[in-house]
């Protein structure tokens, strides 16, 4: 008889483990709280000037992301490269990837220097030596300029982890950027390159939903999990009781420390020891938050000032047309768009990168599979979108399920490293490589 397995959350990490799952003979229920599956990977349509607009919430994957690659390959999804850039608005310090200004140009050593760092710490695999070792402590403890520090890393830190509070960087770990930076995915010089969907993703999604028809309970929430001797009990807002074999996880520590009866100390510690920061996104047509010229520039890129990020969207049917709607990532307490020109906003939980949470994260490996209960998604692995439905390939493989495309050196690299952290031991500074 196929083992039944209970799926919480059909982002792209619980999609990803449905549907390899699924694929090798198992029964799968995937709960989802919303009315539509994707959870970060958001697409959703709104009204602008009596016209509905569709707005994808995932701006692109890193071109390095070969599940992605591979998928898009094989299921025949058209995809586009585009580079993306940083554009930092702050008087005299004010520079860009695409153009280097005068400010930028006198700290380029500094730029170098770090770059060369992160270099060498990663031929030496100086793991344990990053994660003990804060952003601010690394950066002044190695003599960077705080002009370096405050204008030009930050930026450029905030806008890839998605926060533009300056101080954060007292408490990140520095493990978080070493590889992004040795391996030049990221870099103070150029831009990005992203690899784009025309659909933002929604293409894939759907892909991996096509094998799951009527496995995916959508507007239903879990809101209690049970095990004993008998399985895994779970109990859904719409009153539903199923009893399963296995239960995979893919929603943060918090939620799952919300509906997880009586956990034993050691989940409760692990599960606890994860903390998240709010990301706060609105749309809007308010032009006022990005310089005027921006909008005649070929280019596209992060406009970054001091309370927004804000990423001129692209809409689906626009290839590399800027967008009048913008994304604003707000910080503090006063969003400083025009309320008139507001179309949406959303707010998420993105994992706070200290030293604490890259611990917790280390050693969630220690209650995979304790009491038939699976973890994978966004609080396993880094967040991005390549690494989330690896690991729920990887949870998936786990409990039996074969492996579903064919492995190139790429895809392998990337899942030995995924299932490295999940099951095994965390940080680690090889994730792509
Ligand atoms: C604004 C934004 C932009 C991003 N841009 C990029 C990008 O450009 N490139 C990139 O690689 N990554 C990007 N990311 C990160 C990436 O989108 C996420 O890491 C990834 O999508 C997370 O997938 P997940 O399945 O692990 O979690 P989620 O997407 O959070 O999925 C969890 C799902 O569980 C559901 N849920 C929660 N509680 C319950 C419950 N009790 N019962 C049932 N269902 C529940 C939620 O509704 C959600 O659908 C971005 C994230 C955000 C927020």
Redesign the pocket.
């Known amino acids: 008889m196929s083992k039944k397995v209970a799926i919480?959350?059909?982002?792209?990490?619980?999609?990803g483990a449905a549907w390899m799952l699924k694929k090798s003979g198992f029964e799968v229920t995937v709960?989802?709280?919303?009315a539509h599956?994707?959870?970060?990977?958001e697409s959703f349509e709104f009204e602008v000037a009596g016209q509905m607009e569709r707005c994808h919430?995932?701006?692109?994957?890193?071109r390095y992301?070969p599940h992605i690659k591979a998928l898009s390959k094989l299921w025949d999804l058209p995809t586009y490269e585009q580079e993306f850039g940083v554009y930092y608005h702050h008087g005299d310090e004010s520079w860009a990837t695409f153009s280097h200004s005068e400010f930028f140009l006198a700290h380029a050593d500094e730029c170098r220097r770090f770059t060369d760092m992160m270099k060498e710490l990663y031929e030496r695999d100086a793991a344990a030596e990053a994660s003990a070792s804060t952003l601010h402590d690394y950066l002044t403890v190695n003599g960077f300029s705080p002009n370096f520090i405050q204008h030009i890393f930050s930026p450029v830190f905030s806008w890839v982890f998605?926060d533009i509070r300056k101080k954060d960087i007292h408490h990140i770990s520095l493990v978080h950027v070493v590889e992004l930076f040795a391996l030049g995915i990221f870099s103070f010089f150029k831009p990005i390159v992203?690899l784009r969907f025309p659909k933002g993703g929604l293409e894939l999604l759907e892909k991996l939903l096509e094998p799951l028809d009527g496995d995916v309970l959508l507007n239903?929430?879990?809101?209690n999990v049970v095990r004993n001797e008998q399985g895994v009990l779970v109990v859904?807002s719409m009153g539903g009781q199923r009893r399963f074999d296995e239960i995979i996880f893919?929603?943060?520590f918090e939620?799952i420390q919300s509906?997880l009866d009586t956990p034993h100390p050691m989940e409760a510690s692990i599960l606890n020891g994860l903390k998240y920061r709010d990301?706060h996104?609105e749309l809007h047509g308010d032009k006022s938050i990005v310089p005027s010229h921006f909008f005649e520039e070929e280019r596209i890129g992060v406009i970054l000032t001091d309370n927004t990020a804000t990423d001129p969207m692209i809409p689906f049917d626009s290839q590399g047309r800027i967008s009048e709607i913008m994304?604003s990532t707000i910080t503090g307490d006063m969003s400083p768009v025009d309320r008139a020109a507001l179309y949406a906003d959303?707010l998420?939980k993105?994992e706070k990168l200290t030293i604490e949470s890259l611990i917790a994260r280390g050693n969630v490996f220690q209650i995979q599979g304790f009491q038939n209960t699976w973890y994978?998604?966004?609080?396993t692995v880094p967040?991005?979108?390549?690494f989330?439905m690896v690991?729920?390939f990887a949870v998936a493989e786990k409990l039996g399920a074969k492996y579903p495309i064919e492995h190139n050196e790429n895809t392998q690299k990337v899942y030995e490293n995924v299932k490295r952290m999940m099951f095994n031991s965390f940080p680690s500074l090889r994730i792509f490589s």
Request: net charge negative; hydrophobic share 30%.
């Open positions: 919480v959350g059909g982002g792209i990490s619980g999609l709960y989802e709280e919303k599956p994707g959870g970060h990977m919430m995932n701006p692109g994957h890193f992301s998605g992203m239903t929430r879990v809101e859904d893919s929603v943060n939620i509906i990301l996104i994304a959303r998420y993105l994978c998604g966004l609080s967040g991005f979108t390549e989330c690991s729920g």
